[in-house]
Structure formats: C-alpha cells, structure tokens
C-alpha cells in the first residue's frame, strides 16, 4: 500500500456538527446570567462590554446595516483597523445582518490595500483612525464614496461618521439560515498571506466557522469555560484572531482584553494584573520569551499555557521558554483555508515536536511527502479565482496544504518544512524553519535568523543561506558571519550547511503573523550568489 492510499483519521471521536449561521451560534439558548458575564474590555481603558450588551449592540448595528447602510444579503462590507474594544462586535453585527465582512490587513500600503478592495469589492469601509489617510486614497482610486467610509472607532473623526451611529434603537432580528445556507453562505474572508502570490480572498462559510469551534472545544472542553481570560494583542483581521478572540471566546464567555497592537511589557505587564490563563502567541512572541530580559521582571504563573500558532515552532525554543518561564508551550496548526486549526497539541497527551492529532472530523493523507486534508472546517474556495482552487483541491475534494508533514504510530502530526521553502542541496532537501533556524536561535549572538535556498550556477543546486539580526552584544564583532557558519556546520549534516554564506540585516520581514516572508528575503539575494566552502 503506498502512502497516498494511508487515510490518516482524527483519534477523537466525531462530533454532531451545528448547521446556523455564526450570529445564533454565539447566541441562542443563552441563560439570562450569561448577560452579566463581561466578555470583551479594553485593556488600556478598561471599559468593559458583557454579553447581553453584545447580542444588543450587534442587533442593533444589524439593523443600520440593513436599513439605513442599505446593504443587502450579497454584498461586502470591509473592516480596515487595528484592533478596538469593538472590533468583534462589528463583525458579529454582520453576521446578524447576513453581511460578508472582508477584513484586511490594517499594515496595508495603498497598493495592497486597493488590490483587497478590488478584490472583494465592498460596498462600505470601516476604517479604524490610525489608517484613515490609506483608506482615503483607495476609496478615491477604487471609486467608494466617501459617503460609504464610516469609522470603527465611536465617535465622529473629520468628515466621517463613526458606523456605530448606524445603531438606533431598533433591533434586527437575525435571519436563520438552513443547513443549505450555512455550508454555502460566506461570513467572513480573511486574505492568504499572499507569501507566493499577491493576497487572495477565503471564502470561510458560516458552517466552516461553527464547525471549527466545535470541533476544538470537543477536543479539550475544559479548557474553554467561562473562567478563561485571554490577551487580544496578535491582529484581529487575522483568522488567529478571528477564531480565538472574535467567536470562539464570547462563545464560551471567556474575557478578552483588547489591545491595539503587541507590546511586549504591556503584554507582560497585563498577564500578571488581570491573571491571563492562556496567552496566545506566534514564534517571533517565543523568540522575545526566550531571549528578552523584561520577561523576567513579571509573575506569569496564572497562565496554563503559552498557546502558539501561526507559523513553525522548533523544540529547541520551545524547551528554552518552557525552562525559563515554567509555563507549558502547546503548538497548533492550521491555515486560514481551514478556518485556523487542523490539529492541536493536547498538555500531557502529544509528542514532542508534533502539532497534535487532527481535531475530530477531520482525516488526511500525505501524497509525495504532502499533506493532504477533508473536514467542515476547510473553506468554500478563494473568492473569484476558479485557478487557484483547481491548484488546491483535487477533483475527489482533498485540500493540498503545501506542507511536507509525516505522522507517527500514534496519530501525531509532525509538520518538516513548506514545500516551496524546502532547499533542495544537490537531491537532498534541506527544511530550513524546523532545523536551521531554531538552531540559529540558540546562538548567543543571533537575536533572529531565517533561512533560504540560493541558487549557485557552477554547482547547478541550492545553497543554504542565512540571515540573522544580531544580539545587543554581537554588534561590532569582527568575522562573526563566518563564525556562526563553522558553528553551524560543526551541528548540522553535511548537506545542511550554510554553503550560501550568512548575512547581516536589520530585521528578519516577516507577515504580522509571524511567518518569514522568504520571498522578501530571495529578492534580496539575487544579486549576491556567493558561496562558502564549509
């Protein structure tokens, strides 16, 4: 039997799935002092919006949506901000009001930001304060009236009305959806990083949504009770932040402290003051636990996890943060295709170095190294774009994620590398995230490293090239590119070397997700096809 024909399928068992729409998913069936629990809050202010005063107030902005933005069931609204206390509440309104909510990328340049629009074509931005120049000159470019621009934000900024004066007093009430229309009908597109391409839009249904959260909380249910505070820093355009922040913590009444932007002390700082039990994280956020002297300045026990997605993990890191903070790492994995999870690490229960199991009613197949997945969890399709949905799915319905993974003999999913990012030195492959780069990391004199592949005519291969950002106490140091290369090699296989050389740069670009943007980092070598005989 080959290995395409091996159906891998979730060890937990399968869950009754919800058909309805995202809207009364969160709240139906809802006891009268579930309205008193505070949900959401603003972690520099502290004001606070509880249950009940959410299902009202996204009513009630349902109702301006509909009846005074006249925006009908087909048409497109667009979140373009930074996180606000009620970013969560916009979108749930849109759901109330049978309204796709295309939500971008607030570090947007004009450019970008006119592709997304073109893209999705909303009828209305909301558009938080600190991007509203950006958001000006799109509009004018993609032909939006600046009557169809509102702001995020609760009150008036120059010409622009805030959308929450949209909300009367009037109450919609929610249309429910058949099971027809809860598998068909999109809620909500986050945009694919846009790593090889230029960004696309995921068309995530509103069963696709109510499925994952079922399907995670059935994984570990006690660890989604109403005892649960979590820390909104990472981006709620994000579908991270989508999932864990904007549906899955109202729906289980956890509290969620919102905040702009990371900052790692605030951070810190807010973990200790409000008693954080989960923190969710991304590798560049470990990196700044394992290495940055604040962290040692805040009491972080409250937590019972340090929660990380997004983007590789390597168990070299993981041990460091683990040893240093006495808090348990946990890894996930997932894309925004399958609305954020596709396996989670259970404490106690998953391997080292694996992502977990699969969540239940999911299963998977890896096709040449590939993963390969099914479940209600994966999207409708990219938004308009029949090509790159013939490149991902086949004709029988598998996913193809574009990662090389590998299970063991208990179900664990191992993710190895991208397969595009796979460096491929002479026949061997080479995954530079999981192996080079941790390693990297462990250096003292490296503070944030990423690997690439350089193509070398004369040996007609790869090469493996590093680029670091040194530590405080690096800076200055003579030779110390070579010197990190022999050290390299002294640790590594033969063919893992850093034959391309190491070089030097400020930062290490990456998405506001954490993912390396190895393109950015390609571009940059093209001209400078040196290589290191090590």
């Known amino acids: 039997m080959t290995t395409e024909n091996i159906i891998y399928r979730s060890p937990h068992p399968d869950v009754k799935l919800p058909e309805t729409s995202c809207w009364h998913f969160l709240f139906d069936n809802q006891t009268s002092s579930a309205d008193d629990r505070v949900v959401f809050a603003d972690g520099h202010s502290e004001k606070k919006l ?306 977990g199991k699969l969540i239940p009613n999911m299963s998977a197949k890896l096709v040449d190294g590939e993963l390969f997945i099914k479940g209600p969890n994966i999207m409708k399709g990219y938004l308009r774009n029949p090509r790159a949905d013939k490149e991902t799915f086949t004709d029988d319905g598998w996913m193809r994620t574009g990662d090389v993974g590998r299970f063991d003999e208990d179900g664990n999913l191992f993710i190895v590398d991208r397969v595009k990012e796979l460096i491929k030195f002479k026949g061997f492959q080479v995954p530079p995230a999981v192996e080079l780069e941790d390693l990297l990391l462990q250096h003292a004199d490296v503070e944030d490293a990423a690997v690439i592949g350089v193509y070398d005519d004369e040996q007609a291969t790869e090469l493996p090239r590093a680029y670091i950002v040194l530590s405080a106490g690096a800076k200055g140091k003579k030779n110390v590119e070579t010197a990190i290369a022999a050290w390299v090699s002294e640790r590594v296989a033969n063919h893992k070397r850093l034959r391309g050389g190491v070089g030097v740069i400020d930062a290490i670009p990456k998405s506001p997700s954490g993912k390396i943007l190895r393109r950015l980092l390609r571009d940059e070598a093209g001209s400078k096809k040196t290589s290191v005989k090590l």
Not at 254 to 268: G, N, V
Request: hydrophobic content about 40%; some cysteine.
């Open 50 to 355: 509880r249950f009940g005063e959410l299902r009202s107030l996204t009513k009630r902005l349902a109702y301006g949506l509909v009846n005074r933005a006249k925006l009908g069931h087909d048409d497109v609204i667009m979140a373009f901000s930074p996180n606000t206390l009620l970013y969560p509440a916009f979108v749930q309104a849109a759901q109330a009001a049978t309204v796709c909510v295309s939500l971008a990328n607030p570090s947007y340049l004009l450019d970008e930001l006119v592709h997304h629009i073109k893209d999705s074509r909303p009828k209305v931005l909301v558009v938080g304060k600190p991007v509203i120049e950006v958001a000006k000159k799109a509009a004018i470019e993609c032909c939006i009236a600046e009557s169809n621009i509102y702001m995020m934000e609760d009150d008036v900024h120059e010409q622009y009305q805030s959308i929450w004066s949209l909300a009367g007093t009037e109450e919609l009430e929610p249309r429910r959806l058949s099971p027809h229309e809860a598998k068909q009908r999109t809620a909500f597109m986050c945009y694919s990083s846009g790593t090889t391409g230029k960004a696309k839009g995921v068309e995530t249904t509103h069963y696709n949504l109510t499925s994952v959260i079922t399907q995670v909380i059935a994984r570990e249910p006690s660890l989604y009770t109403d005892k649960e505070k979590w820390l909104a820093a990472l981006p709620l355009y994000h579908i991270y932040g989508v999932l864990c922040f904007i549906f899955l913590s109202p729906y289980c009444r956890a509290t969620t402290y919102i905040f702009p932007r990371f900052e790692l002390e605030l951070w810190l700082k807010s973990i200790q003051k409000y008693r954080i039990t989960m923190a969710h994280i991304v590798p560049p956020i470990a990196v700044l636990l394992a290495k940055h002297p604040a962290v040692d300045k805040y009491d972080v026990s409250s937590l019972n996890r340090w929660a990380c997605g997004a983007a590789p993990l390597g168990n070299d890191l993981i041990d460091v943060v683990e040893k240093r903070t006495k808090i348990p790492v946990r890894g996930g994995y997932g894309m925004t295709e399958t609305t954020c999870v596709i396996s989670v690490a259970t404490l106690g229960a998953d391997k080292p170095g694996s992502v």
